[in-house]
């Protein structure tokens, strides 16, 4: 072989072998898992699409694991299951830190990887968080609340008090509201993650009148909007606001008819597709000691925080994204 060809062949091979190499880096050997709760939910159907979607493009396998309704002990449960199955990677949405903490501090202890997304357990050693600034989606309905009631009236909030990013969103909503003194929090209920409970709650507030009127009602979560709403419908409720979390088509729908005034919209697609990459990156590149309080770090090799962002839609932009939604739930 003549030296000009030698030359060109080892050049070819330069360029290629780093490709081939990147190529067989990942194997379906590597398992990733996704673990929350009331995984049947459009939301972590979405969140699961995003994962499935790197996994794909990566080459390993992905699963969500996780109890079907609000339970955070299920949850802990099926994070336990996961971690003995020494996994690449977890990326988990914590419904209570103060159960999930220990649970993720052991995982971290054994070298697994942890990241959590939507829901935070910011007192644990997880590396990192991916989602919402959840403080700043309260922000965004508090203001979107105040407008719409021209400054004055009585809000009650349908939430489920300790889930870490539920209580969150209730905090920004009342840094806003704090400026405007004739803006009063009447109450935050409890649903305990049962719509039908919420809906209970929602015409016993629609039923008050006079000082104890309810003016407003605000669904920090994904699952009570919808049904919230229809109890508006069916009581005819005209004179109400009603702001809600989330863009499942049933909830677009009723932006769209002028039932809810507005929706806050998160991205949990994108929370999904960035944890795996961020999972699979720790596997291939541990970090050592993978438990430190990185925090603290100014040389730390992880960021504090990845917003996702949030945006909110009402009737001037619902169209558009009904559409998209409803064509990804049609899959």
């Known amino acids: 072989m003549g030296t000009l060809r030698k030359r060109i062949l080892f050049a070819l091979l330069a360029a290629i072998l780093p490709l081939i190499a990147g190529c067989t880096r990942h194997s379906k050997k590597e398992r990733y898992y996704l673990v929350a709760t009331n995984i049947n939910l459009g939301y972590w159907k979405t969140a699961a699409t995003g994962f499935q979607k790197a996994a794909v493009e990566y080459g390993v396998t992905a699963e969500m694991r996780g109890p079907t309704t609000f339970d955070p002990q299920g949850e802990v449960d099926a994070f336990r299951a996961v971690v003995a199955l020494k996994p690449a990677g977890i990326l988990v949405s914590v419904a209570n830190s103060r159960l999930m903490a220990p649970e993720i501090d052991a995982a971290i202890a054994a070298g697994i990887p942890v990241i959590t997304m939507d829901s935070d357990s910011s007192e644990s050693k997880r590396l990192y968080f991916i989602g919402t600034n959840n403080l700043e989606a309260g922000r965004l309905g508090g203001h979107r609340v105040v407008a719409q009631l021209n400054g004055k009236g009585n809000v009650a909030f349908i939430s489920m008090p300790g889930q870490p990013n539920l209580d ?16 009063k929090v009447a109450d935050v209920f409890d649903m305990k993650g049962d719509s039908g409970l919420a809906m209970d709650k929602t015409a016993e507030y629609l039923a008050r009148t006079g000082p104890d009127k309810v003016d407003a009602i605000v669904c920090l979560e994904a699952s009570s909007g919808k049904d919230v709403g229809e109890v508006f419908k069916r ?10 979390m989330d863009v499942a088509v049933g909830t677009l729908l009723l932006v769209k008819d002028g039932t809810i005034d507005s929706t806050i919209s998160q991205k949990p697609f994108a929370m999904g597709l960035l944890g795996l990459k961020a999972l699979d990156e720790i596997h291939h590149y541990p970090v050592k000691p993978l438990a430190n309080d990185y925090g603290l770090d100014p040389f730390a090799p992880f960021p504090a925080f990845i917003d996702t962002g949030v945006a909110l839609v009402d009737k001037n932009n619902v169209d558009p994204l009904l559409d998209r939604v409803r064509a990804v739930e049609l899959q």
């Open 168 to 183: 969150e969103r209730l905090k920004g909503y009342k840094e806003v509201f704090a400026t405007y003194p004739a803006i």
């Open 235 to 244: 009581m005819k409720t005209k004179d109400r606001l009603l702001v809600t």
